[in-house]
């Protein structure tokens, strides 16, 4: 399979053309990582609510023409329905993430053995931790998020593998856990934001860049900027995020909810549960 044809994404809102995924098959909050799991801690997760959620929404992007492909699920490991974390494309370059919580480490070699299996080139970043949910591309920017997960060290790793591109690190405030928790670009022009997670420094250079559409702190609990986009201004969006779904109808968007509310319960939505191999702008 070559590389160049098979693997490229250049921003996170061109037209899907394949995903990877995993099923929740064993999901469970087993040490509490992020506030939205101490909040549903005492509950946990309904496996088989979470599994007929997720087929609902691999079963909507497959009725779009979308390629799917889903990783086995392992019973070692209750996060491994969130596959963005794992790894990421940054144009024509496939990277596999270093994980930053024990309880995630290990996953990342179902995504590599399908990576050899298919023949598919990449580069696995050593030592220090970076997680995908950190990591947003837009053309020749890369935004990475500096997170309890994803360090300064690793950032600078990822820029000497591609010296041709712009990584630009953005720093989150404790509490949070990735950056798409609080940022997320669904255009050209646009990209929600959760402004209390960030510096005033980081949040003038991101409004120098884009059309900043907040989100305020209710549908942030809810993930409300982790949407994920298919292309099209199609946009992919929890049902009880009224707001946002509303602003982005306003805005010209075509949005889609489906109900993943008990895979959200672990802390990640739509664009947590999706590893984009392909798009085309």
């Not at 580069?123 to 053309?139: A, C, H, L």
Request: aromatic fraction near 8%.
């Amino acid at each position: 399979m070559n590389l160049e044809k098979s693997s490229v994404c250049q921003t996170e809102y061109g037209i899907l053309k394949e995903v990877i995924v995993c099923p929740p098959t064993y999901m469970e909050i087993k040490e509490i990582i992020n506030e939205t799991q101490k909040h549903y801690a005492g509950e946990n997760i309904d496996e088989t609510k979470a599994s007929k959620q997720h087929k609902t929404f691999v079963e909507y992007l497959r009725t779009q023409g979308i390629n799917v492909i889903e990783l086995k699920a392992d019973k070692r490991f209750p996060e491994q329905v969130f596959t963005r974390d794992i790894g990421y494309v940054l144009g024509h370059a496939v990277l596999v993430s270093k994980m930053g919580s024990d309880i995630r480490e290990g996953e990342e070699a179902y995504l590599t053995e399908w990576l050899n299996n298919h023949n598919l080139s990449y580069y696995q970043v050593k030592g220090d931790s970076i997680e995908g949910g950190d990591v947003i591309i837009d053309g020749k920017d890369i935004y990475i998020g500096v997170s309890g997960r994803t360090t300064t060290e690793a950032i600078k790793q990822v820029q000497e593998q591609l010296p041709h591109m712009n990584v630009i690190p953005i720093p989150i405030k404790d509490g949070y856990l990735h950056l798409d928790c609080v940022f997320n670009i669904i255009s050209k022009t646009e990209a929600l934001i959760y402004p209390e997670a960030l510096d005033k420094r980081e949040i003038a250079l991101l409004k120098e860049r884009f059309d900043l559409i907040e989100v305020t702190e209710k549908e942030q609990f809810t993930l409300g900027t982790n949407v994920f986009s298919i292309g099209n201004k199609t946009l992919i969006s929890l049902p009880v995020n009224n707001q946002v779904n509303e602003t982005l109808r306003m805005r010209g968007f075509e949005v889609v909810e489906i109900d993943i509310s008990e895979i959200i319960k672990s802390g990640g939505s739509f664009r947590c549960c999706t590893l984009p191999l392909q798009r085309e702008e």
